[in-house]
């Protein structure tokens, strides 16, 4: 408990900017597994000092993204009132669910010279934590409409945080258009319609074929464990999976 407090209180500590300068990289991950030994008021604090840092428009967009991350890690550890304050302010950081833009520093021209590190998929990001922090149906219709539009343009880790943010939330947030999910270039998004179609009560055994011969190998595995979880009748899809040699 002793560490777990000592890198609390380093986590929560202001932090210092020196103009042109950013330092990439945090411990918060690793942070938020100690903090989770702690106490809900120490969580709390943990969590309102991430959001801290995830609205610095000083600190470098993967910092930023480091404590979005960590935040979410320990939302089952917070207050219901304080997750839904939470949430308010993290969908701000993605008000129209593309994503802000973020400066790079590049006012200083001495940054002309540092390495360029791509930015963090941070709308994607506020997808994923506020998928933890949703509580009421208004707050889901509201995760639907950022994951979806985060997805129209997302890049491949974008869209594989955007649906892992989905998926398990795929009743609360329909309808999702399974058939054009389904038929999407992007693997991760045929992954959340494979899962998606299996909760559906009146669904096309066409799509469940399609996603059952699915080229890559992440729909096919999601797809097994959906229809695996789901109270139906897979049959056709189930002898395609098991016959399946790629797995």
Same mark, same amino acid.
């Given at each position: 408990?002793?560490?777990?407090?000592?890198?609390?209180?380093?986590?929560?500590?202001?932090?210092?900017?020196?103009?042109g300068k950013f330092g990439i990289g945090t411990n918060f991950s690793f942070v938020a597994v100690l903090v989770r030994g =702690? %106490? #809900?008021?120490?969580?709390?604090?943990?969590a309102e000092a991430m959001y801290v840092v995830a609205t610095d428009d000083k600190e470098h967009p993967q910092n930023r993204c480091d404590a979005l991350l960590a935040l979410g890690s320990i939302s089952d550890r917070l207050p219901e009132d304080t997750k839904a304050?939470?949430?308010?302010?993290?969908?701000? =950081? %993605? #008000?129209?669910?593309?994503?802000?833009?973020?400066?790079?520093?590049l006012d200083n021209p001495f940054n002309i010279l540092r390495v360029n590190v791509a930015d963090a998929p941070l709308a994607a990001a506020?997808?994923?934590?506020a998928s933890a922090l949703c509580a009421s149906s208004e707050d889901y219709a509201t995760l639907r409409q950022r994951g979806l539009g985060v997805l129209s343009q997302a890049d491949d880790v974008s869209a594989n945080w955007v649906c892992q943010a989905l998926a398990p939330h795929v009743d609360l947030i329909s309808p999702v258009p399974?058939?054009?999910?389904?038929?999407?270039?992007?693997?991760?998004?045929?992954a959340l319609a494979s899962v998606a179609w299996?909760?559906?009560?009146?669904?096309?055994?066409?799509?469940?074929?399609?996603?059952a011969r699915d080229p890559a190998g992440e729909v096919r595995r999601t797809l097994a464990s959906a229809v695996a979880s789901a109270p139906a009748d897979f049959t056709s899809v189930v002898q395609t999976l098991e016959h399946d040699v790629r797995r």
């Amino acid at each position: 408990e002793v560490l777990a407090r000592k890198f609390l209180d380093g986590a929560v500590a202001p932090r210092v900017h020196q103009p042109g300068k950013f330092g990439i990289g945090t411990n918060f991950s690793f942070v938020a597994v100690l903090v989770r030994g =702690l %106490s #809900p008021e120490d969580a709390k604090r943990f969590a309102e000092a991430m959001y801290v840092v995830a609205t610095d428009d000083k600190e470098h967009p993967q910092n930023r993204c480091d404590a979005l991350l960590a935040l979410g890690s320990i939302s089952d550890r917070l207050p219901e009132d304080t997750k839904a304050d939470l949430l308010q302010g993290v969908w701000q =950081l %993605s #008000p129209d669910g593309t994503g802000p833009e973020f400066p790079a520093g590049l006012d200083n021209p001495f940054n002309i010279l540092r390495v360029n590190v791509a930015d963090a998929p941070l709308a994607a990001a506020v997808v994923r934590v506020a998928s933890a922090l949703c509580a009421s149906s208004e707050d889901y219709a509201t995760l639907r409409q950022r994951g979806l539009g985060v997805l129209s343009q997302a890049d491949d880790v974008s869209a594989n945080w955007v649906c892992q943010a989905l998926a398990p939330h795929v009743d609360l947030i329909s309808p999702v258009p399974v058939d054009l999910m389904a038929s999407h270039a992007n693997r991760w998004v045929r992954a959340l319609a494979s899962v998606a179609w299996a909760r559906q009560t009146e669904r096309d055994p066409d799509i469940g074929a399609r996603l059952a011969r699915d080229p890559a190998g992440e729909v096919r595995r999601t797809l097994a464990s959906a229809v695996a979880s789901a109270p139906a009748d897979f049959t056709s899809v189930v002898q395609t999976l098991e016959h399946d040699v790629r797995r």
